[in-house]
């Protein structure tokens, strides 16, 4: 499976917006880029994916760059309820339904 | 609103004993699957199914099982657990569509083996 690298750390202020970086150099043509998050003691849940074409929903945007090699998660208003773990998983038809995460980026929402 | 739950949020097994750790998906998905969750290593498939009687392994498969006999549990067992598998066991369904197949991941046990 193609590899994700995200910062390992961010910090935001409350009500600013967040841009959350993912490289994916080695990213193969039917790829798709998702991205989850993980609120504290709970499990993760799904923000939004993409393939090629900017991405917009309710909670976040997602930026695809022409190259498809990177990725951001735009999060337009952050507030302290987005303080999580976010990850950028690359979905290949060859894994099928598997999800590979990495560390991830853990963001910090200061009030 | 999609649910996925877990047997419990917290259990406190001892070295030796075999613990059953269930997991019910109200959303009619084909597929299920187990992770654990350890610090510095992420997020690990243990195990998955994408039908009733199915499974296949996932990455680190060693030292559990699994059982599905209904499309909506899934039961990840440990015939004798160890303290290395004190860990966030995490329980995740999805619908069998490449793409736009988000999982849906229940709130996770904590198990702690003595």
């Known amino acids: 499976d193609a590899k994700t690298t995200q910062p390992n750390s961010m910090e935001s202020n409350e009500e600013e917006p967040v841009h959350l970086p993912c490289n994916h150099s080695t990213i193969s043509g039917t790829d798709y880029i998702h991205w989850y998050r993980q609120l504290p003691s709970q499990g993760p849940e799904y923000v939004i994916h993409?393939?090629?074409s900017n991405v917009n929903n309710r909670m976040a945007s997602l930026a695809i760059a022409e190259d498809r090699k990177s990725s951001t998660l735009i999060l337009h208003r952050a507030t302290l309820r987005d303080a999580a773990v976010y990850y950028c998983i690359l979905r290949s038809r060859a894994s099928g339904s598997r999800l590979t995460f990495g560390e991830g980026t853990q963001l910090t929402v200061n009030p | 609103d999609v649910k996925v739950t877990q047997s419990s949020r917290y259990l406190v097994k001892r070295t030796g004993e075999k613990v059953f750790l269930e997991c019910v998906q109200d959303m009619d998905h084909e597929n299920m699957f187990w992770y654990r969750q350890d610090p510095g290593l992420g997020l690990r498939l243990i195990y998955f199914s994408y039908d009733v009687k199915m499974k296949e392994k996932g990455d680190i498969p060693e030292g559990y099982s699994v059982s599905r006999e209904k499309k909506e549990r899934f039961s990840l067992i440990l015939e004798s657990a160890s303290t290395n598998q004190t860990s966030m066991y995490l329980c995740?369904?999805?619908?069998?569509?490449?793409?736009?197949?988000?999982?849906?991941f229940g709130p996770g046990t904590r198990l702690t083996v003595l």
């Open positions: 993409g393939l090629t």
């Open positions: 995740a369904s999805n619908a069998d569509r490449v793409g736009t197949d988000t999982q849906y």
